[in-house]
């Protein structure tokens, strides 16, 4: 599908070159056609009125929520519940009726999604206007788990993706504060259990709406949420050197779960833009633990912590589920060579890690090895993009080799003639690279010329 | 047109948001229908801590596990776990409109008690115990003249005096309280 400036850029040529005689007004018209140039105004439009619209129900939202902080005293308490309440669900029927009733993508579906959101919002207003008047005070990370809850319970009910968005939003903002505050001592067992365990709660409570929803955007901030809790919890360190078996095994797994998991993400109803998305955090992941240990002084840790029945619990969970999907992965194609390549990657940190945690310390050979798994995926990139003419793969790969350079020159105590001498080459390597590259994805193969007679 | 959703995808999801906003006041309500009526001394304001916001933060007498202390026949506070409930038992004052006093401590609610007493319920935590009864909140329009005479209280309190801050509470059968209203000297503020 044609992007909105390449259909506007070519209804203004397509009339220069009418005008001209370049070609007949029924080339134009099949153009026009062919390109909905008569949509074009209706787009924009649309699109306006949809950013309008979302601001709005930001706004009335907001302006719920701050009505709270208003006091709102005058009338009754029994008046002023009833008010909210109807606020409330106005809002809600009134979004749904606008948004089912109107067509696909029109600006008339816009509000109706909007008006949904802004009761989603008011719903945390109530929820916390009701605690004011009746005087019950709580921990806010109490309130916003509970609001999360019930968003989340709209958007699965609707299918609406932007719920399921304003529900991550506001169970990450439960997540995170009640991080502190909650304690398994006290009478808030159950909330301290649901945020330990939140890494297995949003996978179960996000992945199939975004499935449904057939929404990358809510998958993506799905998957964020997960790989966020998670290392929260598993609380990453370096691996450390004279750790037993298990205590070294379960330290690497933690560091490798998610990266492995990412890479092997499948699912029967899988889109590919699902996949695409998991692959480049995966790729991200394995690049920022290959350059964070391509260094020396983590290989020296000595530093095992402590950890809860709640990590092995979390850890068993997503280790399974990566287990079982790179077992299937490995079984649907073998000949991949990207995807053998990466697990052999996963594989060969795992095993350096390991040896260097619980048999032998090797930190030497570890960050010899670190160093050339972090180019092999340098180059990886680099590859990728040239074969998919991908400038920003491409570049990646690129960037990925000089600062691993870089952070090899200053990390050792290296001579000023060296660091100069090595700017100076990647200088020129990166001027080269990019002016063959351009050439390269202009005309990657050149014409083949015919036998002259 | 949209692929309709049937209405009822909409209605059950927000019976459940309405039952969850209604259940937030919902115990509150039973005690102010059920509760008995209680008059509780507050401690001297904290200084550094002004009114915040629009909810005046509130501490009493049986707050403080010193006072507590001093109630004599009670477990030893060593047996107070943090994060188990335990019950002050509150006896009425001989002229009405006193504020009510801490007469004995337990950690399992108790099962009968005369007339004249009941037990708070309240969760041990950091060095105080708390009541659920700490926060007030107070309109905006109103909170600059409670400042102004929380103030006046303030300065001409002695070191060991007792403000003339009250708050007039309900308590439950099961000891749970909620607040009705402060009393100030000889006003009661009900919001």
């Given at each position: 599908m044609a992007t909105d400036k390449f259909r506007r850029q070519l209804q203004k040529e397509a009339r220069l070159w009418q005008n001209e005689g370049l070609i007949s007004s029924e080339c134009y018209d099949q153009l026009a056609d062919r390109y909905q140039f008569a949509n074009l105004e209706t787009v924009a439009r649309n699109r306006f009125a949809i950013v309008l619209i979302l601001i709005g129900s930001l706004l009335m939202g907001l302006g719920v929520i701050t009505f709270v902080a208003a006091?709102?005293?005058?009338?009754g308490r029994n008046i002023r519940v009833v008010l909210l309440l109807l606020v409330f669900v106005t809002l809600n029927v009134s979004g749904f009726y606008v948004w089912q009733r109107s067509a696909q993508q029109s600006w008339q579906s816009m509000l109706g999604r909007g008006l949904l959101l802004a009761g989603s919002l008011s719903l945390g207003a109530n929820m916390a206007l009701m605690a004011q008047m009746f005087h019950i005070s709580g921990a806010e990370y109490k309130l916003y788990l509970t609001w999360g809850f019930g968003v989340l319970l709209m958007a699965y009910s609707l299918r609406l993706p932007l719920l399921g968005i304003c529900a991550i939003a506001l169970t990450g903002i439960g997540y995170w504060t009640g991080l502190g505050a909650v304690?398994?001592?006290?009478?808030d067992w159950l909330w301290h259990l649901l945020i330990q365990c939140m890494p297995i709660v949003a996978s179960i409570a996000y992945l199939p709406l975004a499935y449904w929803g057939r929404s990358p955007l809510l998958f993506g901030c799905s998957v964020l949420a997960i790989i966020s809790t998670v290392f929260n919890n598993f609380g990453l360190t370096p691996p450390a050197s004279s750790q037993s078996f298990p205590d070294a095994l379960r330290n690497v797994i933690a560091l490798i779960v998610m990266p492995a998991w990412l890479w092997s993400y499948r699912h029967s109803w899988s889109d590919i833009r699902f996949i695409t998305l998991c692959r480049k955090l995966s790729i991200l992941l394995l690049i920022i633990l290959g350059f964070f240990l391509s260094f020396f002084d983590p290989w020296l840790s000595s530093y095992t912590p402590e950890v809860s029945w709640f990590h092995w619990l979390n850890l068993s969970f997503f280790t399974t589920w990566a287990g079982y999907n790179c077992y299937k992965q490995i079984q649907a194609d073998r000949s991949d060579l990207t995807n053998s390549t990466v697990l052999a990657i996963l594989g060969v940190m795992a095993l350096v890690m390991v040896w260097h945690g619980?048999?032998?310390?090797i930190p030497v050979v570890a960050t010899f090895i670190f160093n050339a798994l972090l180019f092999i995926l340098g180059a990886g990139l680099a590859r990728e993009g040239l074969l998919g003419s991908s400038r920003l793969q491409f570049w990646s790969g690129l960037l990925l080799l000089g600062l691993q350079i870089f952070s090899r020159t200053f990390e050792y105590d290296t001579a000023l003639i060296l660091k100069s001498l090595i700017f100076i080459l990647c200088g020129l390597g990166i001027i080269t690279a990019g002016i063959w590259f351009e050439k390269y994805i202009r005309c990657p193969n050149p014409p083949i010329q015919p036998n002259q007679p | 047109m949209q692929t309709r959703i049937p209405a009822l995808r909409l209605w059950l999801p927000l019976a459940i948001q309405v039952l969850m906003i209604a259940s937030i006041p919902a115990t509150a309500t039973w005690i102010y229908a059920t509760g008995k009526t209680v008059i509780l001394q507050t401690a001297p304001?904290?200084?550094?801590?002004?009114?915040?916001?629009?909810s005046q933060t509130l501490s009493y007498d049986v707050s403080r596990w010193d006072n507590l202390e001093?109630?004599?026949?009670?477990?030893?506070?060593?047996?107070?776990?943090?994060g188990k409930p335990i019950y002050i038992i509150l006896e009425a004052p001989a002229q009405a409109g006193n504020p009510w006093r801490p007469v004995a401590i337990q950690l399992e609610k108790p099962n009968s008690l005369p007339a004249n007493q009941l037990a708070l319920r309240g969760q041990p935590e950091y060095g105080q115990i708390r009541y659920g009864l700490e926060t007030y909140y107070i309109p905006e329009g109103k909170i600059q003249d409670i400042n102004r005479e929380f103030e006046q209280i303030r300065r001409g309190l002695g070191p060991d005096s007792r403000p003339p801050i009250w708050l007039e509470a309900r308590v439950g059968a099961d000891g749970q309280a909620v607040p009705v209203a402060l009393i100030v000297r000889d006003r009661r503020y009900t919001y």
């Open positions: 006091n709102w005293q005058d009338w304690d398994m001592d006290t009478q619980a048999i032998v310390p | 304001v904290d200084p550094y801590s002004p009114l915040l916001g629009y001093k109630l004599g026949k009670m477990h030893s506070i060593d047996y107070i776990k943090r």
